[in-house]
C-alpha cells in the first residue's frame, strides 16, 4: 500500500497548482482520503477531506472557495486543485487515506488516517 504525492512547487502568489496523489496496491475509491499541509514550525493541518460516498467534500475555513479536492478513480487518483494561492499556503502538503469511514468531526485529526503519502513542497512567493 502506497500513497505519491507530487505536483508542488513555487508559484506566485494568485497563482495556481494542482496536487495529485497516486495510490498502489489498494482501490482509493473504497477510503476517505485527505490533504493536509504543515508549515515549518506550525502543526500538521488538514486541509480538505472527500468521503469515498456521501457528503462533503469538506475544507479548512481558510482554503474554502479556492482549493478543491477531486478524484478520479479510474486513475485511482485524488487531486487538489489550488487556486488564488497566498503566502500563507506554503507548506509540504500530504496526502493521507483511513481504513475505515471517518466521523465528519474527526476529518481534520492526523491519526484518524493510516497510510500517507510522503509529501510535496508547495512555496508561494508574494
Known amino acids: 500500500v502506497q500513497l505519491q504525492a507530487s505536483g508542488g512547487g513555487l508559484v506566485q502568489a494568485g497563482g495556481s497548482l494542482r496536487l495529485s496523489c497516486a495510490a498502489s496496491?489498494?482501490?482509493?475509491?473504497?477510503?476517505?482520503i485527505a490533504w493536509f499541509r504543515q508549515a515549518p514550525g506550525k502543526e500538521r493541518e488538514g486541509v480538505s477531506y472527500s468521503r469515498f460516498s456521501g457528503g462533503g467534500p469538506y475544507y479548512l475555513g481558510s482554503v474554502k472557495g479556492r482549493f478543491t479536492i477531486s478524484r478520479d478513480n479510474a486513475k485511482n487518483t485524488v487531486y487538489l486543485q489550488m487556486n488564488s494561492l497566498k503566502p500563507e499556503d506554503t507548506a509540504v502538503y500530504y496526502c493521507?487515506?483511513?481504513?475505515?469511514?471517518?466521523?465528519?468531526?474527526?476529518?481534520?485529526?492526523?491519526?484518524?488516517?493510516?497510510?500517507w503519502g510522503q509529501g510535496t513542497q508547495v512555496t508561494v512567493s508574494s
Open positions: 493521507a487515506a483511513a481504513q475505515r469511514r471517518l466521523l465528519t468531526s474527526l476529518w481534520a485529526l492526523s491519526d484518524e488516517y493510516d497510510y
Open positions: 496496491g489498494f482501490s482509493l475509491n473504497r477510503y476517505p
